[in-house]
Structure formats: structure tokens, C-alpha cells
T-cell receptor, first 118, second 114 residues
């Protein structure tokens, strides 16, 4: 199956710094990428959807200036958590979707990034 | 909007016994249904999906699920559970020609007791 990678897998940073997380589709082109946030033993919360070359669409309640998403190519999307605070500590998962009829391409998930803000 | 309900928080089962994880959905169109499994500190792994055709879908690691349109359910099953099946299981739904987003259930923790 298709592979989605995330880097880094784990990051610890000081409060007030910015952290960038990369998401790559390794063997396919992803027209759409999704960023999710997951709290311990909870479901995935969709943060934003990004299409290559266009601005990301953020879900209600997600601050776009706080969580900057760039989908520069068909294989790379980045999430930057700006001025991170301890409450931003979470598990962030990206997902990449292939092309498909009527937008119904397959969706594959990255392994996740554990962010801890001190 | 589509939604998924996984009514139980945790499912405990003895090793070797049948495992069932329940899922019901609500959509306004034809559903595409998925099951994913997540191990600690890992991303989601695809188990199986229903798109169309046979209501009984077979997936990875011996899992299967049955699509029941009248009951709007898509329960995940495995005839004989293994300790290694202990993980978090998510049911998800997408709508054809809808907003194409996956809506996830809250997840079920499965604990297989040796």
C-alpha cells in the first residue's frame, strides 16, 4: 500500500518557539492532505484540509495563524505550530489522499508526531 | 453531515473468543465505510472498507465487517481474538459526492486478555 511519512516522529520544544512537522507521500501524488490532532485515547479531530497549490481550509475553532499549513507540492505538506504553548502538546497525524473519481481517492495516514511543549 | 457512533469505550475479550466492535453511522447519501486500527503512538492502519457490492467485507489480520443498511451498522468482527489485537479501533464514514471528509467515531479500546 501507499506510504505516508511524518518527520519528526517526536519533538520537545520550549514554550514560545515554533515547530514544523513534515508530511510526505512517498510513492504517490497526494492531491489533498489532511491534518488531524488526537488527544490521549480520543478520536481524531480534523484541523485542516489542504490541496496542492492552494490555501488550506481550516475547521471551525482552529486558528489558522497558529497552525500554518503549506502544501507546496503533490508529495509534501507541512504544519507549523507557531509560538507553541503547553496546551498545543498533542499527537498530530497527517493523511494524504490520492486522486480518484468524484474525489473518492484512497486516504492513507502517517505514523504521527508527538509534540510536547514545555 | 455524516457521523459515526461507536457506543462502547472499551471491549474486553478473552484470547481465542470472538471479537466484535460495534459501529453505526448516519449519512444523507451512500456511505463509504472504513475500519482503522491504531497501536500506541502510531498512526492509523487501514483494516477494511465497504464501498459497494457484498455486504460482508474481509480485511487484514483476519478481520471482517458486515454492512447492514437497514440497521445503518458496520460492525467489525474477528472469529478468534489474539492478544496482539489489543489496540484502538476507529470506524469512519465518507459520503460519495459529499464533502469527501472522513468522519471518525470516538474509537474503541480493545483489550484481549490472555
Amino acid at each position: 500500500g501507499a506510504v505516508v511519512s511524518q518527520h519528526p516522529s517526536r519533538v520537545i520544544c520550549k514554550s514560545g518557539t515554533s515547530v514544523k512537522i513534515e508530511c510526505r507521500s512517498l510513492d504517490f501524488q497526494a492531491t489533498t492532505m489532511f491534518w488531524y490532532r488526537q488527544f490521549p485515547k480520543k478520536s481524531l479531530m480534523l484541523m485542516a484540509t489542504s490541496n496542492e497549490g492552494s490555501k488550506a481550509t481550516y475547521e471551525q475553532g482552529v486558528e489558522k495563524d497558529k497552525f500554518l499549513i503549506n502544501h507546496a507540492s503533490l508529495t509534501l505538506s507541512t504544519l507549523t505550530v507557531t509560538s507553541a504553548h503547553p496546551e498545543d502538546s498533542s499527537f498530530y497525524i497527517c493523511s494524504a489522499r490520492t486522486r480518484g473519481l468524484a474525489g473518492m481517492g484512497e486516504q492513507f495516514f502517517g505514523p504521527g508526531t508527538r509534540l510536547t511543549v514545555l | 453531515a455524516q457521523s459515526v457512533a461507536q457506543p462502547e469505550d472499551q471491549v474486553n475479550v478473552a484470547e481465542g473468543n470472538p471479537l466484535t466492535v460495534k459501529c453505526t453511522y448516519s449519512v444523507s447519501g451512500n456511505p463509504y465505510l472504513f475500519w482503522y486500527v491504531q497501536y500506541p503512538n502510531r498512526g492509523l492502519q487501514f483494516l477494511l472498507k465497504y464501498i459497494t457490492g457484498d455486504n460482508l467485507v474481509k480485511g487484514s489480520y483476519g478481520f471482517e465487517a458486515e454492512f447492514n443498511k437497514s440497521q445503518t451498522s458496520f460492525h467489525l468482527k474477528k472469529p478468534s481474538a489474539l492478544v496482539s489485537d489489543s489496540a484502538l479501533y476507529f470506524c469512519a464514514v465518507r459520503v460519495r459526492y459529499g464533502n469527501n471528509r472522513l468522519a471518525f467515531g470516538k474509537g474503541n479500546q480493545v483489550v484481549v486478555i490472555p
